[in-house]
């Protein structure tokens, strides 16, 4: 199955700085990578996602890259606000037989607290 | 428009018990999936429903079962309870071969004593 690693565990940045999140996957017949910030004691939310035709995509502040030879991809977020404080995860599906029932292997997630 | 609901929100159970947890997909979906979140960990697949039907199967063993119903809402259910099956329990939905997006709902936070 899938195995997704998440790094770093926790990071912490001053507010206007950029962070970077990265995750690396296994399976090579994963072609779709969200990415979730999930608040404390509320529900991950979708934020960005990524398909493996696409090498980059941007949502205003935030951006996901993603390498298919070397099977990373990463979330860059830009002019952080204390409002990013959150827990950010890393997902990829598991393509099953060529129709993906999406199923998602998530990574560990990464703590990421913007101070004012 | 609504989103995904689930119900309850928290619960209390001791080990042996059985349990049922209950999902309503957002407006439009007809897919199920079910999570577990434990502390400090990203949410791993237990399973998914589409047309009534188990789809997939995650690492977890039989004693979590599941159902969807016509209406697309959906029940899961754990018997035998153990300690270690404290945990957020996340439903998610999405729109079979259509999305791969996944809404996920707040959750159900159950606590085995």
């Known amino acids: 199955g899938e195995n997704v690693e998440q790094h770093p565990s926790t990071l912490s940045v001053q507010e206007g700085d950029s962070a970077v999140i990265k995750c690396t996957y296994s399976d090579s017949a994963s072609n779709y990578f969200p990415w979730y910030k999930q608040e404390l004691g509320k529900r991950p939310q979708l934020i960005i996602d990524?398909?493996?035709?696409?090498g980059e995509k941007k949502d205003q502040r935030i951006a996901v890259t993603l390498n298919k030879t070397a099977k990373h991809f990463s979330l860059h977020i830009t002019e952080t606000q204390p409002e990013d404080s959150a827990v950010y995860f890393c997902a990829a599906n598991e393509d099953a037989g060529g129709t993906s029932y999406g199923k998602l292997t998530f990574g560990q997630g990464t703590i990421l607290t913007v101070h004012p | 428009d609504a989103g995904v609901t689930q119900s309850p929100t928290h619960l209390i159970k001791t080990r042996g018990q059985q349990v049922t947890l209950r999902c309503s997909p957002k407006?439009?979906?007809?897919?199920v999936s079910w999570y577990q979140q434990a502390l400090g960990q990203g949410p791993q697949f237990i399973f998914q429903y589409y047309e009534e039907e188990e789809r997939q199967r995650g690492n977890f063993p039989d004693r979590f079962s599941g159902h969807q119903f016509p209406n697309y809402s959906s029940e899961l259910n754990v018997n035998a309870l153990l300690l270690g099956d404290s945990a957020l329990y996340l439903c998610?939905?999405?729109?079979?071969?259509?999305?791969?997006?996944?809404?996920f709902g707040s959750g159900t936070q159950l606590s085995v004593l």
């Open positions: 998610a939905s999405s729109l079979f071969g259509v999305d791969e997006k996944l809404f």
């Open positions: 990524i398909r493996s035709n696409v």
């Open positions: 407006s439009g979906h007809d897919t």
